[in-house]
């Protein structure tokens, strides 16, 4: 194992006082990374007066076995092995002197295997974004990306149900999935809620779903709402001769009583039930066992994430929240839209997407994939593309999020002039029309309109779907984009 | 009769289209063929959502890569069961995937009756759902 010039050795480094990180060992820019190392990359802002090599080190030290001053029981330990390394530290492009942002700069870090318990995303990220986020070296630091061993995702079940199974069991294959949103998200009783999901689904959607903070309120106690939704899944079902599923939050203030919940979900034949992210990392694994256990697809609302990943200079990447996801277990998550109301660059979500579905994604810095990641048989999520989209922009929908997603039109359906069935049935016609032109080799970026156009000739709840949302759309400029293009090292 | 969009069985992906065209269906098998994709022809007259095996009319065409052979295949299964449901369907054999990755309705019986929701009252306000398909009364093989 080679070692940095700089770091102290022997009793030199173990005498009281403070030392730099980067004498303490945790700054090795010769070190050789080993397949069971998890990887990260952090970008970090230092502060005023702190080298960047220093200031990795010290990320790589406080994430870690480091603590301020330095100890001598660090001596009784094989501390080297356990201690993270900080490898390399480029300076990010298009920040710094003569740029509207401060120097930052991209800090890679190998930890050895051995510092993290297996299927556990706490123990995971108690680590990786710990206190190391509140340290004084840094202004500001966020996670980019991981790489994380085969070894180490072996030890995770990973999607309770996965990609391939959820469309075995709802037989529905080669075209995105639909699904919508009942709104308004709080007040309705739950007859009223019900009537909703009867509507889209009869129309022509696979799913309904509750929104994240539909959970059991004085309007509407979840038992009610679990009763009349089933109902209208079922009746629904009668009605189209398909599978169809509304996904109940089952989210609650423990563990045990999302169970009893989920539970009440599956007494009553419902295929899918929901969580929030807000629940957290451990009851996220417990329900993914849960619903594994229980043949249920586990639906993720990533409700809460943008506090942390929405801010390009602090935080985490969302990206990194897609695979301590698919480690955790759930088999949906919303990624974004690119064209819906919701912040995302398409090669940005783009990398999210690979993320969820790919069973090896190589590095790809245009989309922000910072590392090759071998995804060790772990099943697929699906993602859930949600938030101010319609059915004219179905072309668009189809390039940029392929075929594997869950698009879900909430506004988009229950807004339509003629009623929910209509706004359904509008938007699974623009669907299969345009998944037909794509099969046909039609090229949808271009024509997209006009196919919608000519399907809307003989469907006439897509002639006023379109009519209604013709000139909708969301262009504002993403806060968050990859930062790659005159890294000299990335391609090393 | 079913009131439902079209009044007709909505599963595969094409349900809410007009009825797909020779040419229309040889193009599909264009696409299915060019990703690799293994065809099979299916039929039923039991068209209950969960009933998954429907009867194969011939293995999948694991080796047949010409169109418009495929489309003789689907042809054939129509003129034998020309009042069944009759579905197109594509396997993938790639790492990851290994399953049905297209599939498609391409007959249909004349008259679609679909089905009924059988509700049973249980304990407090549990309902046990059965979905019931009108058709499947009578034996197979006389049902549409």
């Not at chain 1, 630091?141 to 990609?163: H, W």
């Not at chain 1, 992210?277 to 990533?302: C, E, F, P, T």
């Amino acid at each position: 194992m080679g070692k940095s010039e700089t770091m102290k050795e022997g009793k030199e480094r173990y005498k009281s006082g403070v030392i730099p990180y980067k004498k303490m060992g945790y700054w090795e820019p010769d070190y050789k990374i080993k397949d069971t190392d998890v990887l990260a990359m952090f970008r970090m802002t230092p502060q005023e007066g702190v080298e960047p090599d220093e200031c990795a080190a010290a990320v790589a030290g406080e994430s870690s076995t480091a603590t301020w001053t330095v100890v001598w029981t660090d001596r009784l330990t094989a501390c080297e092995m356990y201690r993270a390394k900080a490898y390399r530290v480029d300076p990010v492009p298009n920040t710094g002197p003569g740029t509207k942002t401060e120097q930052q700069y991209f800090a890679y870090i190998a930890y050895d295997l051995d510092l993290f318990e297996g299927n556990s995303i706490a123990n995971l990220t108690a680590s990786i974004i710990g206190n190391v986020f509140g340290m004084k070296a840094v202004k500001a630091l966020r996670l980019e990306d991981m790489r994380i061993p085969v070894a180490y995702l072996k030890t995770f079940q990973g999607p309770a149900t996965g990609v391939i199974v959820e469309r075995e069991r709802m037989d529905k294959f080669g075209r995105p999935l639909l699904g919508a949103t009942t709104k308004p998200k709080l007040g309705l009783s739950g007859r009223n809620y019900g009537r909703v999901v009867y509507e889209a689904l009869k129309g022509g959607l696979d799913f309904m779903k509750d929104d994240e903070n539909i959970n059991s309120q004085a309007f509407m106690h979840w038992r009610d709402r679990f009763l009349y939704c089933m109902d209208a899944v079922n009746k629904a079902s009668a009605a189209t001769g398909e599978v169809k599923g509304h996904y109940m939050n089952v989210t609650a203030g423990t563990v045990e009583e999302m169970i009893a919940r989920a539970e009440f979900a599956k007494s009553l034949g419902s295929i899918i039930v929901m969580i929030d992210l807000v629940i957290g990392y451990s009851a996220i694994q417990s329900m993914a066992i849960w619903a594994r256990k229980n043949d249920m697809i586990l639906h993720l609302h990533r409700a809460g994430n943008s506090t942390y990943s929405r801010q390009k200079n602090h935080g985490m990447s969302f990206r990194v929240i897609c695979k301590w996801m698919r480690m955790a277990g759930v088999d949906h998550i919303h990624a974004g839209t690119v064209v819906g109301k919701l912040e995302g660059d398409p090669l940005m979500i783009r990398g999210y997407y690979d993320t969820l579905l790919d069973t090896h994604t190589p590095m790809q810095l245009e989309k922000g994939i910072f590392f090759e990641q071998d995804w060790a048989s772990l099943n697929k999520v699906m993602p859930v593309a949600s938030g101010g989209i319609h059915a004219g922009q179905m072309h668009q929908l189809l390039h940029y999020l392929g075929e594997d997603v869950v698009l879900q039109f909430g506004g988009g359906t229950i807004g339509h002039p003629m009623g929910i069935q209509a706004g359904a049935t509008a938007n699974r016609t623009a669907l299969e029309v345009m998944i037909q032109a794509r099969n046909e080799g039609r090229d949808i970026w271009n024509e997209g309109p006009q196919i919608l156009a000519d399907a809307a000739k003989w469907c006439s709840p897509l002639k006023a779907g379109l009519e209604t949302w013709k000139d909708i759309s969301f262009n504002y400029e993403s806060t968050d984009s990859p930062d790659f293009v005159s890294t000299a090292t990335a391609s090393a | 009769m079913m009131t439902n969009h079209g009044n007709r069985v909505t599963q595969g992906q094409f349900s809410f289209l007009p009825d797909l065209t020779d040419a229309q269906i040889t193009a599909q098998i264009k696409y299915a063929l060019s990703k690799g994709w293994a065809l099979s022809v299916e039929y039923t007259d039991d068209p209950h959502p969960r009933n998954t095996y429907w009867e194969m009319y011939g293995m999948p065409m694991f080796d047949l890569k010409d169109p418009a052979g495929i489309l003789m295949e689907v042809n054939n299964c129509r003129k034998t069961f020309p009042n069944h449901y009759i579905r197109l369907s594509t396997f993938s054999s790639v790492r990851g995937v290994e399953s049905v990755t297209m599939s498609f309705i391409v007959n249909r019986p004349k008259k679609e009756p679909g089905f009924g929701l059988v509700r049973q009252e249980t304990d407090g306000r549990m309902i046990r759902y059965t979905i019931h398909s009108y058709a499947t009364d009578k034996p197979e093989g006389e049902r549409y």
